[in-house]
């Protein structure tokens, strides 16, 4: 009889994986003054989210060994290449084209990687994105970034 050490490893390894952002996260923030919770300093705030992260990944990895799960499914080589060119096309469009153009091209690049997107929901997504994004970014925080080209 063989014993199965890891029984959901959907759960397990996204759990390993939140744990290893967490533990990346807080190497390169380990030099950041942390400060209180009433005089925040500038590595308080990625602390306490990297804190979170770990600790649901570190649910997730026991969840992972104690409860039956799903395997892992192969991976959908044409999904990931199209979801990663879509990061990338937001980054090169972002400076030349502005905002709404780099959200609504990421949105429609992005949406190739499912069968079921439809054409009109994915423009209509990408428009509230960016009308979100905008209004977020741009107006309320104040960030410099281009709106339009």
């Known amino acids: 009889m063989r ?25 390169y923030i ?5 400060g209180t919770a009433l005089e925040m300093g500038p590595g308080y705030f990625p602390l306490m989210i990297a804190s979170v992260l770990a600790v649901m990944g570190a649910a997730l990895v026991v969840r992972g060994l104690a409860v039956d799960g799903p395997e892992v499914p192969p991976m959908n080589l044409r999904a990931t290449v199209l979801v990663l060119a879509s990061f990338l096309a937001f980054a090169l469009l972002l400076d030349r084209f502005g905002l709404v153009a780099a959200i609504l091209a990421q949105s429609l690049i992005a949406s190739f990687a499912s069968r079921e997107s439809v054409l009109w929901q994915t423009l209509l997504f990408g428009a509230a994105m960016a009308a979100g994004s905008v209004a977020l970014f741009v107006w309320l925080l104040g960030i410099p970034v281009e709106v339009w080209p």
């Open 3 to 27: 014993i199965k050490l890891v029984r959901g490893a959907v759960d397990f390894w996204s759990g390993l994986l939140l744990v290893a952002i967490a533990g990346a996260a807080l190497y």
């Open 30 to 34: 380990a030099s950041l003054e942390i």
